[in-house]
């Protein structure tokens, strides 16, 4: 039988990295089923045992990090140093799930209450057994491992679909863990296109974390409504950054850059969005265009990963101009075939594309507003909310601000900022997705809460009974007035 193949590409300049097969729902389903056995053997582990495990799968990982960052490199475009970044930040996740899913999962106590007080109540996590993991193409090993590490500490087996346009890293990691223990494949990787996706949310795994588009959620949620799988969705952003008139501007400038221009743009908790207050706009506008200029495409950021997206920036820059923008670095010329100078924008109107959709390149708006009030009223009109971040010298503000922001995540002074400390969750509300990987909350997101209740002694009023006494019943109403109507 002829095995069909699908090839990887460096986007710089097309060339074939290396061709990979397309997995059908025969080879999903096959994954799946021998994900089921690893996982029965993965949970007699124990969390001491899969603590071990983890560590000595991280350490495999960090000696030959350089291996790594260079498969990250080739099939992302991005510079390799930006893919060793990113390898040590998947790292980090690793190895902080590792080391806490006990102290997160493990049974602990819980107060029974006056009218349960002869129960002894517990609450503990079990895995789900098997999870399936879509990953993107922006960040293939920082992002996947933050459902990957997670679920695994959790005591689940992994079946993961790497982006088409980055599968190499997906079977680099599999091939590492197979290398560590042939005989357990509690973590296995099937590659294929969007349908291969598709066959991995029907195929009876018991949980898909998702990371990707808006639109490509909505249809990883339709198939996975088909069996009720629940799902996690980490999907995209149009993060606002303000900028209060007592902040550093060399800081806040040197952060834009870095949120807007890293990665060419393609970071979906990164900056799109500047609402900068009148007094100081023009200063830091300024300082961000200066620092700006001096990016070179392909050197401080790779190419577009994706060729379409180019088609998607474009429009969004022809769009912002035509309904009244400035461009005041670069603009429609700065789009290439593959790499995109840096872009920004000014005086953007809101109801404008460019700044109601996901732009994902390397582009910035910049915009004036009055007050900080006016800018968090601006950062919250979007439908997305996934991170943002405020700047300004004083913490108790920045505090008070960040607290008004309707989005996952929010960074004063800096951007990002969460994404480097494991212990934090991360995930958005509204278009940006729903659920947390990452954290405590990223533990029992691939976990599922258990009750218990031992009865240590007959209750005095004795109430779960269909032969129920007057005498108990007078009672229990006489003790509900007391506790609860005064």
Partial sequence: MTVEMFDSLDPRDDAVLASYPVAGEQEVQGAVERGRTAARWWAEQGFDGRKRWLLEFKRAIAADAQSLARVISRETGKPVDDALLEVMLAVEHLDWAAKNAE?????????????????????????????????????????????????????????????????????????????????????????GLGATGAALCRSGVDKIAFTGSTATAKKVM????????????????????????????????????????????????????????????????AKLV???????????????????????????IAAALKDGATAVLGGLDSVDERYISPVILTGVPEDSAAMREETFGPVLIVNQVPDLAEAVELANASKYGLAGSVFTKSKARGRAVAAQLETGGVTVNSVLGFAGVAALPLGGVGDSGFGRIHGADGLREFSAASARTVQKFHAPLNLLTMARKRRDMTIAAALLKFRHAR
Avoid at 164 to 189: D, F, H, I, Y
Wanted: aromatic share 8%.
């Fill in 103 to 191: 102290k997160t999962l493990r049974r602990r106590k819980v107060a029974a209450g006056l009218v349960s007080s002869n129960q002894a109540a517990s609450v503990g996590y079990r895995p789900f057994g098997v999870v399936g993991v879509i990953g993107p193409w922006n960040y293939p090993l920082y992002t996947p491992m933050g459902s990957i590490s997670y679920a695994l500490a959790a005591g689940n087996a992994i079946v993961f679909k790497p982006s088409e346009l980055t599968p190499g890293v997906g079977v680099w990691l599999a091939e590492k863990w197979e290398s560590m223990a042939p005989m357990q494949p509690v973590l296995q990787v099937v590659t």
């Fill in 222 to 285: 339709a198939t996975c409504a088909e069996t009720l799988t629940p799902m996690v969705a980490e999907c995209g952003g149009k993060d606002a950054m303000l900028v209060a008139e007592d902040a550093d501007l060399d800081a806040a400038a040197d952060f834009a850059v870095f949120g807007g221009f890293g990665n060419a743009g393609q970071t979906c908790v990164g900056v799109e969005r500047i609402y900068v207050c009148a007094p100081v706009y023009e200063e830091f506008l």
């Fill in 290 to 316: 200066t620092r700006a200029g001096k990016l070179t495409p392909g050197e401080s950021y790779g190419p577009m990963t994706l060729g379409s997206q180019t088609a998607v920036v474009r429009g969004h």
